[in-house]
């Protein structure tokens, strides 16, 4: 810096050091609820942290903009609505940050369960967001629980900050979902049901979509060596410890034109067959997906490629007969495979 004697023209220049530090690093959530009992006029605390030491920093907490005598911790317990300011002074810099949250009263956690075969679904009521746990899985956004195994299960609902404590319901799945697949699925001539792809367990084909009061006690499987017929809808179902589900997955069949079919196909390759480790595909055009499901048209394969040559562990498989599908450029071709 240059100081001048603005009489004698005189000056001197000389230096300083400036420092800069940041303020201290807090945050709270925006907002929160504090349970409240409107029985007893009873609430529970919320504890507002500001995850910072002790010890090095100086706290002031204020609620609605008046300093609350005493409250001077890097923490708070707070039992009434408002809301509620810290300010935070980093003890050797002198630099203050501030940070505020709202807190409102909330009711303790009211949730039910709809379950749908395998599907449960947790509707949660009250302000406020919510976490949700099956079992000792980890918790998750989503009310929703997909392909849940069948039999009792505990599911816990979590108030995301609140103090309301978690709440939980016991729940029972007792009927399997209808399997997965894809609705449209190609064929070509002579194929049968065997050949279709779906994931699920001991899979069973019908003619008609299940409906109240019709079970399989009423109708009879379609044999997997029912041929497939072109534009028709078949319905699968699955058997999980011995129930099937009474949902089932429709799947249109179309048939697949052999000309381009045999384009894409024409130099595929696969060996050995019968195969007791290793399976080797080969085609000269790229080929997208494998599927091999067994006879019970359970999937024990799926895999996205983009490769014209392809090998494939077969050595932890049972033996049997398996249906393997390959995918190129949208056409499909299912050839049949003996592990030995």
Same mark, same amino acid.
């Given at each position: 810096?240059?100081?001048?004697?603005?009489?004698?023209?005189?000056?001197?220049?000389?230096?300083?050091?400036?420092?800069?530090?940041?303020?201290?690093?807090?945050?709270?959530?925006?907002?929160?609820?504090i349970?409240?009992?409107?029985?007893?006029?009873?609430?529970?605390?919320?504890?507002?942290?500001?995850?910072?030491?002790?010890?090095?920093?100086?706290?002031?907490?204020?609620?609605?903009?008046?300093?609350?005598?005493?409250?001077?911790?890097?923490?708070?317990s707070?039992?009434?609505?408002?809301?509620?300011?810290?300010?935070?002074?980093n003890?050797?810099?002198?630099? +203050?940050?501030?940070?505020? +949250?709202?807190?409102?009263?909330?009711?303790?956690?009211?949730?039910?369960?709809?379950?749908?075969?395998?599907?449960?679904?947790?509707?949660?009521?009250?302000?406020?967001?919510?976490?949700?746990?099956?079992?000792?899985?980890?918790?998750?956004?989503?009310?929703?629980?997909?392909?849940?195994?069948?039999?009792?299960?505990?599911?816990?609902?979590?108030?995301?900050?609140?103090?309301?404590?978690?709440?939980?319901?016991?729940?029972?799945?007792?009927?399997?979902?209808?399997?997965?697949?894809?609705?449209?699925?190609?064929?070509?001539?002579?194929?049968?049901?065997?050949?279709?792809?779906?994931?699920?367990?001991?899979?069973?084909w019908?003619?008609?979509?299940?409906?109240?009061?019709?079970?399989?006690?009423?109708?009879?499987?379609?044999?997997l060596?029912?041929?497939?017929?072109?534009?028709?809808?078949?319905?699968?179902?699955?058997?999980?410890?011995?129930?099937?589900?009474?949902?089932?997955?429709?799947?249109?069949?179309?048939?697949?034109?052999?000309?381009?079919?045999?384009?894409?196909?024409?130099?595929?390759?696969?060996?050995?067959?019968?195969?007791?480790?290793?399976?080797?595909?080969?085609?000269?055009?790229?080929f997208?997906? +494998?599927?091999?499901?067994?006879?019970?048209?359970?999937?024990?394969?799926?895999?996205?490629? *983009?490769?014209?040559?392809?090998?494939?562990?077969?050595?932890?498989?049972?033996?049997g007969?398996?249906?393997?599908r390959?995918?190129?450029? *949208?056409?499909?071709?299912?050839?049949?495979?003996?592990?030995?």
């Amino acid at each position: 810096v240059r100081v001048e004697n603005n009489t004698s023209g005189c000056f001197a220049i000389g230096s300083f050091y400036i420092r800069t530090t940041n303020p201290p690093s807090v945050y709270l959530p925006a907002n929160g609820q504090i349970c409240y009992d409107q029985t007893n006029s009873t609430a529970t605390p919320y504890s507002i942290n500001t995850n910072l030491p002790a010890n090095g920093y100086l706290f002031q907490w204020h609620k609605d903009s008046v300093i609350i005598a005493g409250a001077t911790g890097n923490s708070f317990s707070a039992t009434t609505e408002g809301t509620y300011t810290v300010s935070v002074e980093n003890s050797a810099t002198g630099c +203050i940050a501030t940070a505020t +949250i709202l807190l409102t009263y909330s009711n303790a956690v009211n949730a039910t369960a709809s379950i749908d075969d395998q599907t449960i679904t947790i509707n949660a009521a009250g302000p406020g967001n919510y976490q949700y746990q099956i079992d000792n899985e980890p918790a998750q956004s989503s009310n929703i629980f997909e392909n849940v195994t069948l039999g009792t299960h505990t599911i816990a609902v979590i108030p995301v900050n609140s103090s309301c404590f978690p709440m939980y319901l016991t729940v029972q799945v007792t009927t399997p979902s209808a399997p997965r697949g894809q609705s449209t699925q190609t064929f070509t001539q002579g194929q049968t049901l065997a050949n279709l792809v779906v994931n699920g367990q001991n899979i069973h084909w019908y003619a008609t979509p299940s409906a109240p009061g019709l079970t399989t006690t009423t109708q009879t499987p379609l044999p997997l060596t029912t041929v497939l017929t072109h534009n028709t809808t078949y319905y699968a179902s699955q058997t999980i410890n011995g129930i099937e589900s009474p949902d089932r997955l429709a799947v249109t069949v179309q048939l697949t034109a052999l000309g381009n079919e045999d384009f894409n196909f024409k130099k595929l390759a696969y060996y050995p067959n019968p195969v007791t480790t290793s399976l080797t595909i080969s085609n000269p055009e790229a080929f997208t997906g +494998i599927t091999i499901s067994n006879l019970l048209g359970q999937i024990v394969f799926d895999r996205t490629v *983009n490769t014209t040559l392809h090998e494939i562990d077969f050595s932890n498989l049972s033996k049997g007969i398996y249906m393997v599908r390959i995918s190129i450029n *949208n056409q499909i071709k299912t050839f049949k495979i003996v592990k030995e």
